[in-house]
């Protein structure tokens, strides 16, 4: 069951996700998350970019990008990077959330969250 959730601006091209899960750290899987799209194969479907795991608060990330945090926590925040264009609703284990209505960018995830362009 996911406790919170935001969608947000976080450029012209990207939205920043953040969820906070009911769940053990160790059974979420970022990589079952998807935005259908249905002129794409679903395995060709966006997934989460740049996945990172927070602190409870959301204030800062509790270990590197890409990795799992070493020690388990409950509920786990996760925080994750969509590409903006055509993103409508975002699948995941938990339900669908929706994408259209971004808010604007907290001022903790300013500075909690690493962000890279793609090549």
Not at 44 to 73: A, F, H
């Amino acid at each position: 069951m996911v406790k919170s959730f935001g969608c947000y601006k976080y450029n012209r091209k990207w939205l920043l996700v953040e969820m906070l899960i009911d769940a053990n750290i160790f059974e979420v899987k970022p990589g079952k998350f998807a935005v259908p799209d249905e002129k794409l194969n679903e395995r060709d479907w966006q997934v989460p970019y740049m996945e990172q795991w927070l602190n409870e608060k959301g204030t800062k990330r509790i270990c590197d990008v890409y990795s799992r945090p070493k020690v388990n926590s409950h509920p786990c925040r996760i925080a994750f990077f969509i590409y903006r264009e055509d993103s409508k609703i975002l699948r995941t284990p938990y339900g669908e959330f929706d994408l259209t209505n971004p808010q604007r960018l907290p001022w903790r995830l300013r500075f909690a969250v690493k962000f890279s362009k793609l090549d």
